[in-house]
């Protein structure tokens, strides 16, 4: 599965057994992992450290987390009130991959969640209800679920939904030349294998019932099952079925930035680098959008809040939070601020096809010779800390036991290093085996974090004698370069989804974009998806964050809060660290 949002409820992923209503991957396609996102803003997703929503009006005078509603809409400027039937949300460029099947960033994820629809849906509290699905039946034995969705479901185009569309998605999935972030083999699918291996035309576990009655069979049920089953996104066979042949889907492809879905909205205009033109889906199943029209404008750390307070934008939801930038938005009076836990983390990546970084003793190194609590304090004070494992400290799964802090310690680092044979050469750099240690450092432009990162960090470890030459790129280029394997070493975020289960640790997993492999991590990650019991779950997961803590794939940096600038006239966001804002916009209003 993936992560990403605020999780208060510790007991969320009790559901995935008793489910009469289902799962799903808070939007995410079915099983899709971990999103990737723009440090400055990661996916927005966590819960706080009580377990309470952090979807709360702020309360007394600690802001570190909650809502601090507008105070003087008086002050809201004149473009922004003449602005009827238009939102406009500052984000991050994204990289125009708007297909549920390969999106790959955080900001792809939010124009698909609001183009396509899936039988189940996330809530606020991390839990899951019916979306497209007017009922689910599971058998006593968990090896089917039937699916019925509503009567009268249209794509944005006319043209009726059924659930046989469900099951052309299901075979895109599985077609053996899908190359996307999700892993449906592991669903458990009767004849999903024969499918994918082109021994089959048919994926013989799915039974068409009629146009709104779909079986799915399977050779085995999992923790995740309800989730990955019910979180597909559905795409309309006769949109992306034309010259579709078992084995190629370059044609489906090719429609990766003109999606056609069933949801809230449709992609009416895309402008790369500046602007994403949505129109309202008025036969929305769940009703008409109240706001006609919303713009996702591409904005950057040095205007987000400038555009904010001229109304050029009615919300931005990457907003670094800071106590400078908290207090900018109260300033400005007409803006509710959304500071929420982040179900989500930054990292430092490992390129684990490198010799250097195959060295358990050499990862450890780079993160006891990294000052981790400097660098958070320095970018967000209190609303940020120092993590040492890669899940959200509100989850169900999250532990502290066991657990190395890796605190600050440049003598440890070094005796690291000497026993890793990398020794300190005349010209102060250490060297091994003929290879002067040097890191090519890639980190995002204009991004407040790698600021404060990259002075400590060149400093660090040029006192561990390690040349670490850096450049800095946008987020869509880093990107690129992770999926090319094109690095040694780089900056980024991950955003969770409520479930611990995802593939980035896992070997040769979806998601793994870095080569690393852990034989134990694979075989504990696989037992807690099998297992239903969530308390066997919990302990299965804290032993495998006490492997990964000690094998440190990353250097794992900090957990932090989101900050979500919304202007006062905008009203009905439901946003939480497990709900993101797409999912509520077909009931925002824009208030006069």
């Known amino acids: 599965m993936g992560k990403r949002w605020i999780g208060f409820l510790a007991v969320a992923l009790t559901l995935t057994l008793t489910l009469s209503a289902c799962s799903g991957n808070k939007g995410e396609t079915a099983n899709s992992g971990n999103k990737p996102s723009n440090t400055t803003n990661e996916s927005t997703n ?56 390969f999106m790959e960033t955080a900001y792809d994820f939010y124009v698909c969640y609001s183009v396509f629809d899936s039988f189940i849906e996330v809530k606020a509290d991390g839990s899951y209800q019916n979306s497209l699905a007017d009922k689910i039946d599971i058998s006593d034995d968990g090896l089917k679920y039937t699916y019925h969705l509503k009567p009268g479901v249209k794509f944005t185009d006319g043209t009726p939904m059924t659930v046989k569309d469900y099951y052309f998605t299901l075979k895109l999935m599985l077609d053996q030349s899908y190359d996307g972030e999700s892993d449906p083999l592991s669903y458990h699918i009767v004849g999903a294998q024969e499918y994918h291996d082109g021994k089959a035309s048919e994926i013989s576990g799915i039974k068409v019932i009629d146009d709104n009655t779909v079986e799915v069979s399977l050779t085995e049920a999992t923790a995740l099952t309800a989730v990955e089953l ?54 929305y199943f769940k009703g008409a959008p109240k706001v006609k029209n919303v713009i996702f404008k591409t904005t950057g750390n040095t205007t987000q809040i400038a555009m904010l307070q001229s109304g050029e934008t009615d919300m931005n939801e990457n907003i670094t939070v800071s106590e400078d930038n908290v207090e900018a938005l109260k300033e400005l009076g007409f803006i509710d601020s959304y500071i929420l836990p982040n179900n989500g983390y930054g990292y430092i990546a490992f390129n684990h096809n490198l010799p250097k970084f195959q060295d358990q003793k ?99 470890y040029k006192e561990l004698g390690i040349d670490l030459v850096s450049e800095t790129l946008d987020f869509n280029a880093i990107m690129d370069k992770k999926t090319a394997g094109d690095f040694d070493m780089f900056f980024a975020a991950w955003g969770l989804t409520p479930d611990p289960d995802n593939t980035v640790y896992i070997t040769k997993g979806a998601q793994n974009d870095t080569g690393y492999s852990n034989a134990k991590v694979d075989q504990l990650m696989a037992e807690g998806k099998k297992e239903l019991d969530i308390a066997k779950r919990k302990e299965i997961y804290k032993q495998m964050y006490q492997e990964l803590n000690a094998d440190l794939p990353n250097i794992f940096l900090y957990q932090r809060n989101n900050m979500t600038g919304v202007n006062g006239r905008a009203q009905g966001f439901d946003i939480s660290p497990y709900k993101e804002f797409p999912f509520s916009l077909y009931q925002v209003e824009l208030q006069q």
Not at 63 to 84: L, Q, V
Not at 236 to 264: C, F, I, M, R, T
């Open 46 to 101: 966590k819960g706080n450290d009580t377990g309470d929503s952090g979807n709360t009006e702020q309360q007394g005078t600690d802001e570190s987390s909650g809502i601090i509603k507008a105070t003087d809409m008086s002050k809201n400027p004149d473009i922004a009130k003449n602005r009827k039937d238009t939102l406009i949300v500052g984000m991050t460029d994204p990289k125009g991959v708007f297909s549920p099947l």
């Open 230 to 283: 019910g979180g597909i996104y559905i795409l309309p066979e006769h949109y992306y079925g034309v010259g579709y042949k078992q084995g190629s889907l370059d044609s489906v492809k090719a429609l990766n930035n003109k999606p056609l879905g069933s949801g809230q909205y449709k992609l009416a205009n895309y402008k790369p680098g500046q602007e994403i033109d949505l129109e309202a889906n008025e036969d």
């Open 362 to 460: 050499v990862r450890q190194a780079l993160t006891y010779g990294l000052n981790r609590d400097d660098i958070v304090e320095l970018i967000y004070g209190q609303y940020a800390k120092v993590i040492n494992i890669p899940e959200s400290s509100v989850s169900w799964a999250y532990t502290d036991e066991g657990i190395n802090h890796y605190d600050f310690d440049l003598d440890k680092a070094k005796q690291l290093l000497d026993e890793a044979g990398w020794t300190v050469g005349s010209d102060g750099i250490r060297v091994k085996n003929g290879e002067k240690f040097k890191i090519n450092f890639s980190a995002t432009a204009d991004n407040p974090v790698v600021d404060a990162l990259l002075p400590i960090m060149t400093q660090n």
